[in-house]
C-alpha cells in the first residue's frame, strides 16, 4: 500500500491557482522533498496533505484511507514548522507531551515517551527548559520530538531549517536525515534550498507555478532536468541561446558545437552547461579530440573549497566552470584560455521553454 | 461741549481699543440673549468681549485655578450665590464701592433680597446682581381647574381646591394629585416632578421645604439648626413627597430630568426656578404650554438663587470690565435682556409696562424674589450643600432616620462655621 | 572602558529632554501634592505655613465615608474590569475569525469610545429615565416591570456599572483583538494536529500567548476604571445616599467643594497606594508562571 497519494490536486486562493494537478504517491519509509521558488505552491500541497486547507479538487489518500474531509488531528501526521511554533509557557517537556496529555495518557507513560524522544534528539537534560532558554536548532529538534510524539504515520517539514544559521542547518539536516531512515518515517518535506532537497531526499518533486515540473532521484534532477527550469533551479548553470541544426549541431554565434543529447532538431535553442561539465586550459593541444572548443578570458576566480569556480567571458556572455580545488593550477584573471566540453554533456532545449 | 463729549467719546473709544474682556459664562439662556446683544457694546466703547460658554459643572473648578494665580485668564466674573461667600472670603475680588461713587451707578433699583445676596458680602459690594433663579411653584393650571378633580377634594377634604398655603398642603395636594388626576386621565400624573439628585439638586429642592416651614440652615449666631424641629418636620414631608408623589427614579433627578417628566404633561407640579415658567410655556419645548401656573413656594418662602458681576482682583482689565457691568446692567440693556426672556433683578424692569406686557407674571415673580431666601453664604457653601445633599439622600433611600442623617448634617455644618471662623 | 563611559554619557543626554519633560509633568506635581498632603493648604488660605503631619490621612481614615468611597470604588472596579474582561475576550475571540462586515462591527465597537463620559452619562440618563427611557419602554413591552435604573441606591450602582462597561469594553475588546490578530498561526496548527480541541487550544495556546496583551488591557483599565468619575457625576453625583461615591468622585469633592486641597490630597495619595497595590498583585498573578525557571 503507498503510504500518501495525492491525485490531481487543485487548490486556488482567490484568483491565483496555488496547486494545479498534483499528482504523487509516496512509498512507505520515502523522503520526498518538494522544492521550488516561494510561491510554487509546495507548501499549498503540504498544508493540503496536513489538513489546514480543503482541496478544490484532487483527492488525498493516506495509506489507503480516502483523507480530504477528515480533520488534521485524525489523519495521523506529524507536522514541524518553520518557525519552531513550540509553546512559549510551556516547558520542553510539557511541549513534546502534549499530544499525549491532550489523549489523557497515564503520566508515567508520557514521561517514558518524553524521555525517549529526548534522546532521540540528543536533547536530554533539557526538559525543563523554556523555549526562550533554547537555541534556535535546540527549538527545532524540540519541534521534531513534538511532531514524532503521536507516532505519526507520516511526517511533514514545512521548511524547518530556514531559520536556522548554515552551520546548525547543516547539521541538522543530517541528522533530520538519519533520524528518518531509523525511524523509517514517510516524510513530505518542503524547502526552496536545492542544496537540502539534494542531500536529503530520496525523491524530488520540482515545483513552478502550481505545476510539478519533475519528479525524480536527486540524480535525475540534476544531470537530467527535464527543462531549463529545473535545470536553472536545480544546480548551478550556463545558458547558451543559438540555433539547431538536424537535431546535431548546436550554432551559437559563431561557433558550432556538436551536442547529442537535444530535444530540438532545427530551430532556436537553448544549451545548458553545467560549470563541472566544461573544462579548461591553456594551450589547444592538450584538448581531448572531438571535443567543443571556445576561446575566452578569465573574468573571476573564486575559491569555493572544495571546487574553484572561473567565470570566463567568451563572446560577451559569461560561462562558469568549476573543478576541483586539487586540479586548479593557478588561472588569473586576464589569462586566455580555453573552455571545451564533450558532446555526451550539454543538454539543448527549445527556446520557447523559459527558463525563469 | 458738544465737541467735548465727542472728543472724550472718541477718546475713551481710543483708550480701550484693543482690549478684550474674557468671560466664563454658564450655558443658560441668559447668556446667550447677552451674547447676541454684545455687538453694541463693542460698537460703543471699542472693547471686545469674548464668552467662554461651559456647562455649570465645568465652572468652579476653572474659575478657582484662575483665581488663585497671579493673573486671572477671566477679567470679569459672572458668580454664582453659592460662591457670593466664598469669592470675597478668599480675597479673590475687587470692591465695587469706589466704582459705584465716581460713576455714580444707581444700585438702589435692586431688589434688596438680590443685593444682599449677590451685591454685599460681609458689608461690603463685591457684586452687581445679574439674573435671578429664585424658585416657587409650577403646577398645570389645567388640573387645578378641572371639576371632578376639584368635586373630589371637596369630598374628601371638606374645602376647596386652592393653590397650597402651606408644605403639608403643598404634598397632600401632590399626593391627591397623583392618586386621583392618574385615575382620571388613565396614565400616570405625578404630583410633584421632583429632582432629588445628590448634591446641589435635592438641597435646592428641599430649601423651599425647610425656609417655609420656618427652618434654615444656621441660627444668627452660625449654629446649624437643620435638625431643629422645622428641620426634621420638612425632611420628614420632603421625603412623603419623594414616596407618595414623585416620578420613581426622582432619587437620581436633576433639573433636566424632571423638567423632561414636567414638559410631557406627567407631573402635577414642579417646585423650581420662576424662569422655568417660560421654558414650559413654550411649545417648542413642551406639551403643556398654555397650561402651567406660577406661584410663591407653598408656604411663602422659596429659595432665592441668582447671579453677580464682579471683578477678579486680578484682572487685567478692570476698568473695562466695569464698563461692561455698567453697559450691560443699563436700564436700556437690562429691558432689552428682559424682553427676550431673561431674569430681570430691578425693579424698575419688574415693573416696565413693556416687560409686564409680554410677561404678565413678572410682578408675581418679583414679590417671589423679594421673598426668597438664598443658602447661607460663607466659604464653605459648596460644602455644606454636599453635606446637606448627602446626609438627606441617606435619609431618602433609608439607609438612615431623618433624625439621624440631619444630625449629622449639623455636626458638620457646625465644623465648616467654626472653620469659616464664624462660629466662636 | 572610556568609551563605554562615553556611550553612557551620549544616552544620558538623549534621554534628558524627556526626562526633564516627564520631570516637569509627573513628578513635579506629585512632589507638590505630597507636601500639600501634610500641610493645612486650603484654596482659602493658599499656604504652607501650617504643618499637619499626617493629620490629613487620619482625618480621611476616620471618615467613614471615606471608607464607604473606597469600598465602592474597590467594588466597582474589580467588578468593572472582571466583567469587560470576560465579555471583550469573547467578543474579540468572535471577531477574531474570518467572518463578513468586519469593518462594520469594527466601527460600531468604536462609536463609544470615541464618545466623551459626559455625552455617554447624558445619553443613558436618558435611556435610563424611569418614566420617558426607552429601555423601560422595551421592558414594558416584554411585560417587565420599570425598574428604577438610577434612583434605587442597589440599582444605581449596576447602572453605573453598566453604563461604563457599555463605553468602555470597545477598548478592551480592541485591545485583546489586535493582540490576537499578531498572534502567530503556526502554534495553534501545531495543537490542532496534536488534537487539542478549541478549549484547549483557548487555555493552553491563547491566553498564555495573550499574557503581556491581557496584563496590559486589565492594568490599564484598571487604572482608569479607578478614575472614574465624569459618569457619575453626570448619571448620580454619587447617590442614592452614597450608593455610587466613587473615591476619585469622593477627592474631586473634597477639592472644588471643600476647597480642603490638603486632605484631597492625602485621599489621592491613599487611593494612588491602592491603585499600585492592585496593580502589583496584577503582575504578580500574571506573570507567577514565567518566575519559575527565571
Same mark, same amino acid.
Given at each position: 500500500?503507498?503510504?500518501?497519494?495525492?491525485?490531481?490536486?487543485?487548490?486556488?486562493?482567490?484568483?491565483?491557482?496555488?496547486?494545479?494537478?498534483? *499528482?504523487?504517491?509516496?512509498?512507505?519509509?520515502?523522503?520526498? *522533498?518538494?522544492?521550488?521558488?516561494?510561491?510554487?505552491?509546495?507548501?499549498?500541497?503540504?498544508?493540503?496533505?496536513?489538513?489546514?486547507?480543503?482541496?478544490?479538487?484532487?483527492?488525498?489518500?493516506?495509506?489507503?484511507?480516502?483523507?480530504?474531509?477528515?480533520?488534521?488531528?485524525?489523519?495521523?501526521?506529524?507536522?514541524?514548522?518553520?518557525?519552531?511554533?513550540?509553546?512559549?509557557?510551556?516547558?520542553?517537556?510539557?511541549?513534546?507531551?502534549?499530544?499525549?496529555?491532550?489523549?489523557?495518557?497515564?503520566?508515567?507513560?508520557?514521561?517514558?515517551?518524553?524521555?525517549?524522544?529526548?534522546?532521540?534528539?540528543?536533547?536530554?537534560?533539557?526538559?525543563?527548559?523554556?523555549?526562550?532558554?533554547?537555541?534556535?536548532?535546540?527549538?527545532?529538534?524540540?519541534?521534531?520530538?513534538?511532531?514524532?510524539?503521536?507516532?505519526?504515520?507520516?511526517?511533514?517539514?514545512?521548511?524547518?531549517?530556514?531559520?536556522?544559521?548554515?552551520?546548525?542547518?547543516?547539521?541538522?539536516?543530517?541528522?533530520?536525515?538519519?533520524?528518518?531512515?531509523?525511524?523509517?518515517? *514517510?516524510?513530505?518535506?518542503?524547502?526552496?534550498?536545492?542544496?537540502?532537497?539534494?542531500?536529503?531526499?530520496?525523491?524530488?518533486?520540482?515545483?513552478?507555478?502550481?505545476?510539478?515540473?519533475?519528479?525524480?532521484?536527486?540524480?535525475?534532477?540534476?544531470?537530467?532536468?527535464?527543462?531549463?527550469?529545473?535545470?536553472?533551479?536545480?544546480?548551478?548553470?550556463?545558458?547558451?541561446?543559438?540555433?539547431?541544426?538536424?537535431?546535431?549541431?548546436?550554432?551559437?554565434?559563431?561557433?558550432?558545437?556538436?551536442?547529442?543529447?537535444?530535444?530540438?532538431?532545427?530551430?532556436?535553442?537553448?544549451?545548458?552547461?553545467?560549470? *563541472?561539465?566544461?573544462?579548461?586550459?591553456?594551450?589547444?593541444?592538450?584538448?581531448?579530440?572531438?571535443?567543443?572548443?571556445?576561446?575566452?578570458?578569465?573574468?573571476?576566480?573564486?575559491?569555493?573549497?572544495?571546487?574553484?569556480?572561473?567565470?570566463?567571458?567568451?563572446?560577451?556572455?559569461?560561462?562558469?566552470?568549476?573543478?576541483?580545488?586539487?586540479?586548479?593550477?593557478?588561472?588569473?584573471?586576464?589569462?586566455?584560455?580555453?573552455?571545451?566540453?564533450?558532446?555526451?554533456?550539454?543538454?539543448?532545449?527549445?527556446?520557447?521553454?523559459?527558463?525563469? | 461741549?458738544?465737541?467735548?463729549?465727542?472728543?472724550?467719546?472718541? %477718546?475713551? +473709544?481710543?483708550?480701550?481699543?484693543?482690549? +478684550?474682556?474674557?468671560?466664563?459664562?454658564?450655558?443658560?439662556?441668559?447668556?446667550?440673549?447677552?451674547?447676541?446683544?454684545?455687538?453694541?457694546?463693542?460698537?460703543?466703547?471699542?472693547?471686545?468681549?469674548?464668552?467662554?460658554?461651559?456647562?455649570?459643572?465645568?465652572?468652579?473648578?476653572? %474659575?478657582?485655578?484662575?483665581?488663585?494665580?497671579?493673573?486671572?485668564?477671566?477679567?470679569?466674573?459672572?458668580?454664582?450665590?453659592?460662591?457670593?461667600?466664598?469669592?470675597?472670603?478668599?480675597?479673590?475680588?475687587?470692591?465695587?464701592? /469706589?466704582?459705584?461713587?465716581?460713576?455714580?451707578?444707581?444700585?438702589?433699583?435692586?431688589?434688596?433680597?438680590?443685593?444682599?445676596?449677590?451685591?454685599?458680602?460681609?458689608?461690603?459690594?463685591? #457684586?452687581?446682581?445679574?439674573?435671578?433663579?429664585?424658585?416657587?411653584?409650577?403646577?398645570?393650571?389645567?388640573?387645578?381647574?378641572?371639576?371632578?378633580?376639584?368635586?373630589?377634594?371637596?369630598?374628601?377634604?371638606?374645602?376647596? #381646591?386652592?393653590?397650597?398655603?402651606?408644605?403639608?398642603?403643598?404634598?397632600? %395636594?401632590?399626593?391627591?394629585?397623583?392618586?386621583?388626576?392618574?385615575?382620571?386621565?388613565?396614565?400616570?400624573?405625578?404630583?410633584?416632578?421632583?429632582?432629588?439628585?445628590?448634591?446641589?439638586?435635592?438641597?435646592?429642592?428641599?430649601?423651599?421645604?425647610?425656609?417655609?416651614?420656618?427652618?434654615?440652615?444656621?441660627?444668627? /449666631?452660625?449654629?446649624?439648626?437643620?435638625?431643629?424641629?422645622?428641620?426634621?418636620?420638612?425632611?420628614?414631608?420632603?421625603?412623603?413627597? %419623594?414616596?407618595?408623589?414623585?416620578?420613581?427614579?426622582?432619587?437620581?433627578?436633576?433639573?433636566?430630568?424632571?423638567?423632561?417628566?414636567?414638559?410631557?404633561?406627567?407631573?402635577?407640579?414642579?417646585?423650581?426656578?420662576?424662569?422655568?415658567?417660560?421654558?414650559?410655556?413654550?411649545?417648542?419645548?413642551?406639551?403643556?404650554?398654555?397650561?402651567?401656573?406660577?406661584?410663591?413656594?407653598?408656604?411663602?418662602?422659596?429659595?432665592?438663587?441668582?447671579?453677580?458681576?464682579?471683578?477678579?482682583?486680578?484682572?487685567?482689565?478692570?476698568?473695562?470690565?466695569?464698563?461692561?457691568?455698567?453697559?450691560?446692567?443699563?436700564?436700556?440693556?437690562?429691558?432689552?435682556?428682559?424682553?427676550?426672556?431673561?431674569?430681570?433683578?430691578?425693579?424698575?424692569?419688574?415693573?416696565?409696562?413693556?416687560?409686564?406686557?409680554?410677561?404678565?407674571?413678572?410682578?408675581?415673580?418679583?414679590?417671589?424674589?423679594?421673598?426668597?431666601?438664598?443658602?447661607?453664604?460663607?466659604?464653605?457653601?459648596?460644602?455644606?450643600?454636599?453635606?446637606?445633599?448627602?446626609?438627606?439622600?441617606?435619609?431618602?433611600?433609608?439607609?438612615?432616620?431623618?433624625? /439621624?442623617?440631619?444630625?449629622?448634617?449639623?455636626?458638620?455644618?457646625?465644623?465648616?462655621?467654626?472653620?469659616?471662623?464664624?462660629?466662636? | 572602558?572610556?568609551?563605554?563611559?562615553?556611550?553612557?554619557?551620549?544616552?544620558?543626554?538623549?534621554?534628558?529632554?524627556?526626562?526633564?519633560?516627564?520631570?516637569?509633568?509627573?513628578?513635579?506635581?506629585?512632589?507638590?501634592?505630597?507636601?500639600?498632603?501634610?500641610?493645612?493648604?486650603?484654596?482659602?488660605?493658599?499656604?504652607?505655613?501650617?504643618?499637619?503631619?499626617?493629620?490629613?490621612?487620619?482625618?480621611?481614615?476616620?471618615?467613614?465615608?471615606?471608607?464607604?468611597?473606597?469600598?465602592?470604588?474597590?467594588?466597582?472596579?474589580?467588578?468593572?474590569?472582571?466583567?469587560?474582561? !470576560?465579555?471583550?475576550?469573547?467578543?474579540?475571540?468572535?471577531?477574531?475569525?474570518?467572518?463578513?462586515?468586519?469593518?462594520?462591527?469594527? !466601527?460600531?465597537?468604536?462609536?463609544?469610545?470615541?464618545?466623551?463620559?459626559?455625552?455617554?452619562?447624558?445619553?443613558?440618563?436618558?435611556?435610563?429615565?424611569?418614566?420617558?427611557?426607552?429601555?423601560?419602554?422595551?421592558?414594558?413591552?416584554?411585560?417587565?416591570?420599570?425598574?428604577?435604573?438610577?434612583?434605587?441606591?442597589?440599582?444605581?450602582?449596576?447602572?453605573?456599572?453598566?453604563?461604563?462597561?457599555?463605553?468602555?469594553?470597545?477598548?478592551?475588546?480592541?485591545?485583546?483583538?489586535?493582540?490576537?490578530?499578531?498572534?502567530?498561526?503556526?502554534?495553534?496548527?501545531?495543537?490542532?494536529?496534536?488534537?487539542?480541541?478549541?478549549?484547549?487550544?483557548?487555555?493552553?495556546?491563547?491566553?498564555?500567548?495573550?499574557?503581556?496583551?491581557?496584563?496590559?488591557?486589565?492594568?490599564?483599565?484598571?487604572?482608569?476604571?479607578?478614575?472614574?468619575?465624569?459618569?457619575?457625576?453626570?448619571?448620580?453625583?454619587?447617590?442614592?445616599?452614597?450608593?455610587?461615591?466613587?473615591?476619585?468622585?469622593?477627592?474631586?469633592?473634597?477639592?472644588?467643594?471643600?476647597?480642603?486641597?490638603?486632605?484631597?490630597?492625602?485621599?489621592?495619595?491613599?487611593?494612588?497606594?491602592?491603585?499600585?497595590?492592585?496593580?502589583?498583585?496584577?503582575?504578580?498573578?500574571?506573570?507567577?508562571?514565567?518566575?519559575?525557571?527565571?
Amino acid at each position: 500500500m503507498k503510504a500518501l497519494v495525492v491525485k490531481d490536486l487543485h487548490k486556488s486562493f482567490g484568483n491565483v491557482r496555488a496547486v494545479v494537478g498534483f *499528482t504523487l504517491e509516496m512509498e512507505e519509509g520515502e523522503f520526498v *522533498t518538494l522544492l521550488g521558488p516561494s510561491g510554487c505552491g509546495k507548501t499549498t500541497v503540504l498544508r493540503t496533505v496536513a489538513g489546514f486547507e480543503k482541496a478544490d479538487k484532487g483527492e488525498i489518500y493516506i495509506f489507503g484511507k480516502l483523507s480530504n474531509d477528515i480533520p488534521p488531528e485524525k489523519r495521523d501526521v506529524g507536522m514541524v514548522f518553520q518557525n519552531y511554533a513550540l509553546f512559549p509557557n510551556m516547558t520542553v517537556a510539557q511541549n513534546i507531551a502534549f499530544s499525549m496529555m491532550i489523549r489523557k495518557e497515564p503520566q508515567d507513560k508520557i514521561k517514558k515517551r518524553v524521555g525517549e524522544l529526548l534522546e532521540l534528539v540528543q536533547l536530554s537534560g533539557l526538559e525543563n527548559r523554556y523555549p526562550h532558554q533554547l537555541s534556535g536548532g535546540q527549538m527545532q529538534r524540540v519541534a521534531l520530538a513534538r511532531a514524532l510524539a503521536k507516532n505519526p504515520k507520516i511526517l511533514l517539514l514545512d521548511e524547518p531549517l530556514s531559520a536556522l544559521d548554515a552551520k546548525v542547518r547543516q547539521q541538522l539536516r543530517g541528522e533530520i536525515r538519519k533520524l528518518q531512515m531509523k525511524l523509517g518515517i *514517510t516524510t513530505l518535506f518542503v524547502t526552496h534550498d536545492q542544496e537540502e532537497a539534494l542531500t536529503m531526499s530520496d525523491r524530488i518533486v520540482v515545483m513552478k507555478d502550481g505545476v510539478i515540473q519533475q519528479i525524480g532521484s536527486p540524480r535525475q534532477i540534476y544531470d537530467d532536468p527535464i527543462n531549463p527550469f529545473v535545470a536553472h533551479f536545480v544546480g548551478t548553470s550556463s545558458f547558451l541561446e543559438g540555433e539547431m541544426l538536424d537535431g546535431k549541431i548546436f550554432i551559437w554565434k559563431d561557433e558550432r558545437f556538436e551536442v547529442r543529447k537535444s530535444k530540438v532538431k532545427n530551430g532556436k535553442a537553448l544549451m545548458v552547461l553545467r560549470p *563541472t561539465h566544461l573544462k579548461m586550459v591553456k594551450d589547444e593541444e592538450n584538448v581531448p579530440d572531438g571535443s567543443n572548443v571556445m576561446k575566452g578570458r578569465v573574468s573571476l576566480v573564486t575559491f569555493l573549497g572544495s571546487v574553484v569556480r572561473v567565470h570566463v567571458m567568451i563572446k560577451e556572455e559569461e560561462i562558469l566552470v568549476e573543478m576541483p580545488s586539487e586540479d586548479f593550477w593557478g588561472f588569473k584573471e586576464g589569462d586566455e584560455v580555453i573552455v571545451y566540453f564533450s558532446p555526451d554533456f550539454p543538454l539543448v532545449f527549445p527556446k520557447e521553454q523559459n527558463i525563469q | 461741549m458738544r465737541y467735548l463729549v465727542l472728543a472724550i467719546l472718541i %477718546l475713551s +473709544t481710543a483708550l480701550y481699543a484693543g482690549v +478684550t474682556l474674557h468671560v466664563l459664562m454658564e450655558d443658560v439662556p441668559e447668556t446667550h440673549i447677552i451674547k447676541e446683544l454684545l455687538p453694541d457694546f463693542e460698537k460703543k466703547t471699542g472693547i471686545k468681549v469674548e464668552f467662554e460658554i461651559v456647562q455649570y459643572c465645568d465652572m468652579h473648578a476653572k %474659575l478657582v485655578p484662575q483665581l488663585m494665580s497671579p493673573n486671572c485668564q477671566y477679567d470679569l466674573l459672572e458668580v454664582d450665590n453659592y460662591w457670593a461667600g466664598e469669592f470675597p472670603a478668599a480675597g479673590w475680588l475687587e470692591p465695587l464701592e /469706589k466704582y459705584v461713587e465716581r460713576d455714580k451707578f444707581d444700585i438702589s433699583v435692586y431688589l434688596p433680597s438680590m443685593l444682599k445676596m449677590v451685591g454685599y458680602y460681609n458689608g461690603r459690594l463685591y #457684586m452687581i446682581p445679574m439674573y435671578n433663579y429664585a424658585m416657587g411653584l409650577i403646577y398645570r393650571t389645567d388640573l387645578m381647574n378641572d371639576p371632578d378633580l376639584r368635586a373630589k377634594w371637596k369630598e374628601l377634604y371638606g374645602y376647596d #381646591m386652592r393653590i397650597p398655603t402651606s408644605v403639608e398642603e403643598y404634598v397632600k %395636594l401632590a399626593e391627591f394629585m397623583q392618586k386621583y388626576a392618574s385615575e382620571k386621565y388613565g396614565q400616570k400624573i405625578y404630583g410633584s416632578a421632583m429632582q432629588a439628585q445628590r448634591g446641589d439638586p435635592i438641597v435646592m429642592e428641599w430649601s423651599n421645604y425647610l425656609f417655609s416651614l420656618g427652618g434654615d440652615y444656621y441660627d444668627e /449666631k452660625w449654629r446649624a439648626r437643620v435638625n431643629d424641629e422645622a428641620g426634621v418636620k420638612s425632611a420628614e414631608l420632603y421625603i412623603r413627597a %419623594l414616596k407618595n408623589a414623585a416620578p420613581p427614579g426622582a432619587l437620581s433627578f436633576n433639573l433636566d430630568d424632571a423638567f423632561r417628566v414636567m414638559s410631557q404633561g406627567k407631573a402635577f407640579s414642579m417646585i423650581t426656578y420662576n424662569w422655568m415658567l417660560a421654558q414650559l410655556n413654550d411649545p417648542s419645548k413642551s406639551k403643556v404650554a398654555g397650561k402651567v401656573g406660577l406661584a410663591p413656594m407653598p408656604g411663602g418662602i422659596g429659595l432665592n438663587g441668582g447671579w453677580g458681576w464682579a471683578i477678579p482682583k486680578n484682572s487685567q482689565h478692570k476698568e473695562e470690565a466695569w464698563e461692561f457691568i455698567k453697559w450691560v446692567e443699563s436700564f436700556e440693556i437690562a429691558k432689552k435682556r428682559a424682553l427676550m426672556g431673561g431674569a430681570p433683578t430691578r425693579f424698575d424692569i419688574f415693573t416696565d409696562e413693556d416687560v409686564v406686557k409680554k410677561y404678565p407674571w413678572y410682578p408675581k415673580v418679583m414679590w417671589l424674589v423679594m421673598y426668597a431666601k438664598p443658602v447661607p453664604e460663607f466659604q464653605y457653601s459648596t460644602q455644606m450643600i454636599e453635606v446637606v445633599g448627602r446626609e438627606l439622600s441617606l435619609a431618602a433611600t433609608g439607609k438612615k432616620s431623618v433624625k /439621624k442623617a440631619l444630625d449629622d448634617a449639623a455636626k458638620e455644618l457646625n465644623k465648616l462655621a467654626k472653620m469659616a471662623g464664624l462660629q466662636k | 572602558m572610556s568609551l563605554r563611559r562615553r556611550e553612557r554619557l551620549t544616552g544620558w543626554v538623549f534621554a534628558l529632554p524627556s526626562l526633564i519633560t516627564l520631570g516637569a509633568v509627573i513628578a513635579v506635581p506629585l512632589g507638590f501634592s505630597l507636601s500639600v498632603s501634610f500641610f493645612a493648604y486650603t484654596f482659602i488660605n493658599p499656604s504652607f505655613s501650617v504643618f499637619l503631619g499626617f493629620e490629613n490621612y487620619m482625618n480621611a481614615f476616620s471618615d467613614p465615608y471615606f471608607w464607604n468611597s473606597l469600598w465602592v470604588t474597590l467594588k466597582f472596579v474589580v467588578l468593572v474590569v472582571s466583567i469587560e474582561f !470576560t465579555l471583550g475576550f469573547i467578543v474579540a475571540l468572535m471577531l477574531n475569525r474570518d467572518i463578513r462586515f468586519k469593518g462594520v462591527y469594527y !466601527t460600531i465597537l468604536t462609536m463609544p469610545m470615541v464618545m466623551s463620559p459626559v455625552a455617554v452619562g447624558l445619553i443613558w440618563k436618558m435611556l435610563l429615565h424611569p418614566d420617558l427611557g426607552v429601555l423601560n419602554y422595551f421592558l414594558g413591552l416584554i411585560g417587565i416591570e420599570p425598574i428604577n435604573w438610577l434612583g434605587d441606591p442597589t440599582m444605581a450602582f449596576w447602572s453605573v456599572l453598566m453604563v461604563d462597561v457599555w463605553q468602555q469594553i470597545s477598548f478592551m475588546i480592541l485591545l485583546l483583538l489586535a493582540g490576537l490578530v499578531s498572534l502567530p498561526k503556526e502554534p495553534f496548527e501545531a495543537a490542532t494536529i496534536d488534537g487539542a480541541s478549541e478549549f484547549q487550544k483557548l487555555f493552553y495556546i491563547t491566553i498564555p500567548l495573550m499574557k503581556p496583551v491581557i496584563l496590559a488591557a486589565v492594568v490599564i483599565r484598571t487604572i482608569f476604571a479607578f478614575r472614574t468619575y465624569d459618569l457619575i457625576y453626570v448619571l448620580t453625583r454619587g447617590g442614592p445616599g452614597v450608593s455610587t461615591d466613587v473615591l476619585s468622585y469622593f477627592i474631586y469633592r473634597k477639592t472644588f467643594m471643600g476647597l480642603n486641597l490638603a486632605e484631597a490630597a492625602a485621599t489621592s495619595y491613599v487611593l494612588l497606594g491602592v491603585v499600585l497595590l492592585l496593580v502589583v498583585f496584577m503582575f504578580k498573578i500574571i506573570t507567577s508562571e514565567r518566575k519559575v525557571v527565571g
